[in-house]
């Protein structure tokens, strides 16, 4: 049966790969330390529960061989935060064609060029369907139990090894060019490749260590929030200004919303919680779109467009994400209190 962390060892495989390659590389200055950040970021993905068990053999107890287990892994995202922060991922060369031949395989393929990227949504689209509703088919590929996150990330695995295909079929490369590719990309967008992994870790801290609770005590204690326009200020704007620190407005939402939003907004003022709930994340985005944090978003097109200014999309962006906050806290404070 296929399983999840089938595809957490594909992705550690190919991180490995990467590293490989970039160990190999005479022409980045940097080799040793970008293919050690990279492999470290492989090793995380392919521990498991089989490294739990074995470490449980060799210690004796579940409890110590989970915590030595993340232990390991806690020392290796120091270590690359250690690489990353003194400049060790570096760009070096990826075997890449000439800029002739990349405009003459452009006018040969024309349009055929988005047929890879098409695939992806397209196959996995049709995957969720059968699985939805083929009888016996979700039991048959992954087991009995309610598999509905595996069978899409399932799903787009097939579609990103079909598109793999069909851009290999198109571009007349070897497979090895591909993997290339991947460590040119990996290499131009760095350390923030990881951030969306370390911030969704974060948010769950957050929510642990009652953060959200300490942003009620600070709020009804400094803020006079008896007044609904500051409190409607209050919640909007500490989603996107969380939302700017963590780069995730679904992380900065339960925090905000648990210090703010329900005992504020609708426990003592009477909102409608479904109104509270759509224009704050609606207000988070407005965050994302002005912070570095928001790697995914900001960052990584600037890497994949080889920009010279990476924060060149966070300008562009600021002044409609400053437009959209100050028009989300005047529609919460029209909207929610009808």
């Keep these: 049966m296929f399983q999840q962390q089938y595809l957490m060892w594909l992705a550690g495989l190919i991180l490995l790969v990467v590293a490989i390659l970039s160990w190999g590389d005479r022409a980045n200055p940097r080799r040793v330390t970008t293919g050690l950040f990279w492999a470290l970021y492989g090793l995380i993905f392919l521990v498991g529960d089989?490294?739990?068990?074995?470490?449980?053999?060799?210690?004796g107890s579940a409890a110590a061989g989970t915590r030595m287990l993340n232990i390991g892994v806690g020392v290796a995202v120091v270590v690359m935060a250690l690489i990353a922060g003194l400049g060790g991922v570096k760009l070096g060369r990826y075997h890449q064609r000439t800029d002739e031949e990349k405009q003459a395989s452009a006018l040969r393929l024309r349009n055929k060029l988005f047929l890879p990227a098409l695939a992806i949504p397209v196959v996995t689209v049709a995957?969720?369907?059968?699985?939805?509703?083929?009888?016996?088919?979700q039991e048959r590929v992954f087991g009995p139990g309610n598999h509905a996150t595996l069978v899409t990330l399932f799903s787009m695995m097939i579609g990103c090894l079909i598109g793999w295909m069909v851009a290999l079929k198109l571009t007349h490369e070897k497979p090895v060019q591909s993997m290339q590719e991947t460590r040119r990309l990996l290499d131009a967008i760095g350390w923030a490749f990881i951030l969306p992994q370390i911030l969704a870790t974060l948010g769950l801290l957050f929510t642990t260590a009652g953060v959200g609770s300490a942003i009620s005590h600070l709020t009804e204690t400094y803020l006079a929030v008896d007044?609904?326009?500051?409190?409607?200020?209050?919640?909007?704007?500490?989603?996107?200004?969380?939302?700017?620190?963590?780069?995730?407005?679904?992380?900065?939402?339960?925090?905000?919303?648990?210090?703010?939003?329900?005992?504020?907004?609708v426990l003592q003022h009477g909102g409608n919680p479904a109104v509270m709930a759509a224009i704050g994340m609606f207000s988070g985005y407005c965050g994302t779109l002005m912070t570095p944090m928001a790697a995914?978003?900001?960052?990584?097109?600037?890497?994949?467009?080889?920009?010279?200014?990476?924060?060149?999309?966070?300008?562009?962006?600021?002044?409609?994400?400053?437009?959209?906050?100050?028009?989300?806290?005047?529609?919460?404070?029209?909207?929610?209190?009808l």
Aim: charged letters at 5%; zero cysteines; aromatic letters at 12%.
């Design 296 to 337: 995914n978003f900001n960052i990584v097109p600037a890497a994949l467009l080889e920009l010279p200014d990476r924060n060149a999309v966070i300008k562009a962006q600021v002044p409609t994400g400053v437009l959209l906050l100050i028009v989300n806290i005047f529609l919460l404070y029209f909207l929610m209190f």
């Design 50 to 59: 089989w490294t739990t068990q074995l470490m449980t053999q060799w210690l």
């Design 227 to 265: 007044s609904r326009f500051i409190a409607v200020a209050v919640y909007a704007g500490g989603m996107a200004l969380l939302t700017m620190v963590m780069g995730n407005a679904f992380a900065a939402f339960p925090i905000i919303t648990a210090g703010v939003g329900i005992p504020i907004l």
């Design 127 to 137: 995957g969720v369907l059968a699985f939805n509703h083929i009888p016996g088919l």
